[in-house]
């Protein structure tokens, strides 16, 4: 979709013009276009270790069907890039057919939660399910207003309690509201803080818990959200998480705003959690389910 397109233009631009003037300078495939290529690679945050496996497929590629001209790679990388994204493809979500489906969101300060937390809302009212949000960052300063922010834009309302009052107590508080209300969705924000890690682990397991005992079978959806312009370090903090919090997604937010949107393939390739959802921008309608293709035919628009 041009969505796509337009949310990828930094990366697609350094990437595909990159790539486009190598190709274009060096005209034969020899060991100086693999080295070139693999700078551009790495420099798109793809990843080392990605990196390294893409160009040993290309080399197979090469020698099987016997190219020469570096034009004709590109469309060889592209296949490659594809095979690599694809195969742990599910960007659906655990939506209950009736009752209550709840949904935790969790990641680090500034990754952009609240802000997936909106437009995930707005999605969901926009399809006629009642929704609500539980504002269980009690830690940041402003996480609470601005979560309202988002319900006042979107129009759904926000369980809140004051700042620094227990999380968990939140959203018991939003689970029960949610079941008096028939709600369909309840999206829990939740602390992102990384100075002390084990407090916020445990801050999470209490939450998990909280909703384990009021709602059979939920959380549906634990989704940890990371920013695409931190590069390397999503793919640590989605180590980190993942390993921790019983992450089922993964949504990546701000690929706008980057050139390394090659840190996509990255996660994909070292993390067996889908990946959900993509943010592309910071409006209510700036967040598009993931899909392997869509993605590389954007990056080569
Ligand atoms: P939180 O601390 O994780 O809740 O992060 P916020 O939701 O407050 O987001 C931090 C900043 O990133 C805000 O200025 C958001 O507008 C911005 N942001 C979030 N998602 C995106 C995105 O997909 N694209 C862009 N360009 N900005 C985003």
Redo the contacts with the bound molecule.
């Keep these: 979709t041009t969505k796509f397109k337009d949310?990828l233009s930094k990366t697609s631009t350094a990437f595909t013009e990159k790539i486009e003037t190598l190709v274009l300078r060096r005209k034969k495939i020899d060991e100086d276009f693999y080295e070139e290529l693999e700078e551009i690679l790495i420099g798109a945050d793809v990843g080392v270790n990605v990196v390294m496996e893409l160009i040993d497929e290309l080399r197979t590629e090469v020698r099987k069907r016997k190219i020469e001209d570096a034009v004709d790679l590109q469309p060889v990388l592209s296949e490659k890039l594809v095979e690599l994204l694809s195969g742990k493809e599910d960007n659906s979500l655990n939506i209950q057919e009736s009752g209550l489906t709840v949904i935790l969101?969790v990641?680090?300060?500034?990754?952009?939660?609240?802000?997936?937390?909106?437009?995930m809302a707005h999605r969901f009212n926009s399809e006629g399910k009642k929704v609500l949000l539980a504002a269980g960052?009690t830690f940041?300063a402003g996480?609470i207003e601005?979560?309202e922010v988002w319900g006042d834009r979107v129009g759904v309302d926000v369980v809140k309690q004051q700042a620094g009052s227990d999380p968990a107590a939140v959203i018991y508080d939003a689970l029960q509201a949610a079941k008096k209300r028939e709600a369909d969705i309840l999206l829990c924000?939740t602390a992102?803080r990384l100075q002390n890690k084990t407090n916020l682990m445990e801050e999470l397991n209490k939450i998990y818990r909280v909703i384990k005992r009021e709602v059979p079978n939920a959380p549906h959806e634990v989704l940890l959200?990371l920013?695409?312009?931190t590069g390397q370090n999503a793919l640590s903090q989605a180590k980190l998480f993942g390993e921790k919090t019983g992450v089922t997604g993964l949504v990546l937010?701000?690929?706008?705003?980057t050139a390394k949107g090659g840190i996509v393939v990255a996660i994909r390739n070292e993390m067996d959690i889908p990946m959900k959802f993509?943010?592309?921008?910071?409006q209510m309608d700036?967040?598009q389910e993931f899909d392997s293709e869509q993605f590389v035919h954007a990056l080569f628009a």
């Excluded at 937010?253 to 705003?257: A, F, R, V």
């Excluded at 993509?278 to 910071?282: D, I, Q, R």
């Design positions: 949310g969101f990641g680090v300060n500034g990754v952009g939660k609240t802000t997936t937390i909106g437009k960052d940041r996480a601005q979560l924000d992102g959200v920013d695409a312009t937010t701000k690929l706008d705003g993509v943010g592309l921008g910071e700036d967040l």
